[in-house]
């Protein structure tokens, strides 16, 4: 689960490659198409037929965003099924609120717009939402943005029979999909150093590439995808980047990110949130404001940028 969970910078450069020639945020296309198709092969499946339903009627007659996200998370269609019957409740519950996802382009739109404003080279892929298999809430690819609205179901009295306890920390209600699609959107704008290389960065770099994500994506959205992680975090922010400090300028991330089940005593993930609290810091510091936006998007020197945030000055 930690490898499907990790979005690798070759991904992205390679989606901003193909998708990069839209730079107007009204002409990103909006496809939820998949959702439907996933609701008819769901009233269809049988237990005597379900993988064939779902690979058929679903995963092969679907868009080029779930064609994608089949490959990157779904896998195949027994996985799928595998993971619809460990949670049948679960998914029954995700059918009315998924299909008012197409609802949320207008504050989709103004995310856009927020980013076109602050960071005017801006790049806006199609995004496509699907229901996947609760591995993923959203990557990319070279065709777009790719959105797991299955976890997202979190809404009052949703059953979370059969979810593990990382599920259930980290699904969030259906009114969070503008935070996760402006995550990945500032992702997709991302100029990190070593193209195609993220596993050579040190955990720092890796924190700061998804706590910036986070950090500008609450910007354009009002919003970010971890509030879990700030509940923790915040009465603890010393403890924790004296722990993050030992580690940062290491390979080792076990313990920062990508955890999913193996967290111990902690939230897992904790890296998102030391990264936007850096994120945060160089923002506030900053006297020119969407310049700051453009550095955090290009951070080019892991070790500078953290030293010009000035965060490490208020345990002093």
């Known amino acids: 689960m930690k490898k499907a969970l990790i979005l690798t910078l070759g991904i992205w450069l390679l989606a901003a490659a193909v998708c990069g ?34 690979r058929d009627e679903y995963l092969r007659k679907g868009s080029v965003g ?5 490959k990157l998370r779904i896998g195949s269609s027994c996985a799928l099924v595998g993971t619809i019957e460990a949670a049948p409740q679960y998914y029954a519950a995700l059918r009315e609120p998924s299909l008012k996802v197409a609802a949320y382009e207008p504050q989709l739109r103004a995310s856009f717009r927020r980013l076109k404003e602050l960071y005017p080279e801006a790049v806006f ?30 809404n009052a009295g949703a059953p979370l029979d059969g979810l593990t306890d990382w599920h259930k920390a980290v699904v969030a209600p259906t009114d969070r999909i503008p935070f996760i699609v402006a995550h990945e959107l500032i992702h997709f704008e991302q100029k990190f150093p070593g193209a195609g290389n993220d596993g050579e960065w ?16 609450e910007l354009i959205a009002g919003g970010n995808i971890n509030p879990h992680l700030h509940e923790y975090g915040n009465p603890r922010e010393r403890e924790l980047w004296l722990d993050f ?44 404001k969407k310049q700051a936006v453009k550095d955090i998007l290009e951070i080019r020197d892991f070790a500078k940028f953290l030293a010009d945030s000035r965060y490490e000055e208020k345990f002093r």
């Open 245 to 288: 400090k030992k580690e940062m300028d290491g390979k080792k991330i076990e313990n920062w990110l990508y955890q999913g089940n193996d967290a111990k005593d902690r939230p897992a993930d904790l890296g998102y949130y030391i990264g936007y609290k850096i994120c945060e810091s160089y923002y506030k510091n900053a006297k020119d």
């Open 202 to 217: 040190p955990l720092l770099g890796k924190a700061l590439n998804e706590g910036g994500a986070d950090f500008v994506g």
């Open 21 to 54: 020639q839209n730079t107007n945020p009204e002409t990103a296309k909006i496809v939820t198409s998949d959702i439907d198709l996933f609701w008819k092969a769901y009233d269809k499946a049988k237990p005597e037929n379900n993988l064939n339903v779902f």
């Open 125 to 154: 892929p199609d995004v496509y939402f699907m229901i996947g298999r609760m591995n993923s809430a959203g990557t990319v690819s070279p065709n777009g943005l790719l959105i797991g609205v299955d976890m997202f179901g979190k």
């Open 66 to 70: 779930l064609r994608d996200f089949t």
